[in-house]
């Protein structure tokens, strides 16, 4: 299992990014099961942003509820984060989780900067 995430970049206060994760498994009938992203600024912990359940149940942390959205496309095997609004604490590093069967497998991060 392969996760590749993508669409990070430079974008200023108020304007908007979407980021990919695309999630490559080998057997077709493995299903991906849970999908999040977590983000890790310079100096902070890896937090949770948003998580999506296989049926298309979403949550979100406090900090991005209304801004960002969490979706997928299960029949691409990829999920997507819409960032609007986005504020310089967003800035981070922005990484792919994916549940697989039972086993939790992350991308390789995508960097988000946010100017003032």
């Known amino acids: 299992v392969q996760l590749q995430a993508s669409g990070g970049g430079l974008v200023q206060a108020g304007g908007s990014l979407r980021l990919s994760c695309a999630v490559s498994?080998?057997?077709?009938?493995?299903?991906?099961?849970?999908v999040a992203w977590h983000r890790q600024a310079p100096g902070k912990q890896r937090e949770l942003v948003a998580a999506?359940?296989?049926?298309?149940?979403?949550n979100y942390a406090d900090s991005v509820k209304g801004r960002f959205t969490i979706s997928r496309d299960n029949a691409k095997n990829t999920a997507y984060l819409q960032m609007n609004s986005l504020k310089p604490e967003d800035t981070a590093v922005y990484y792919c989780?994916?549940?697989?069967?039972?086993?939790?497998?992350w991308g390789q991060g995508t960097l988000v900067t946010v100017s003032s």
């Open positions: 989780e994916a549940q697989v069967a039972t086993t939790n497998y």
């Open positions: 999506i359940s296989s049926g298309g149940s979403a």
């Open positions: 498994v080998s057997i077709f009938s493995i299903s991906i099961r849970s």
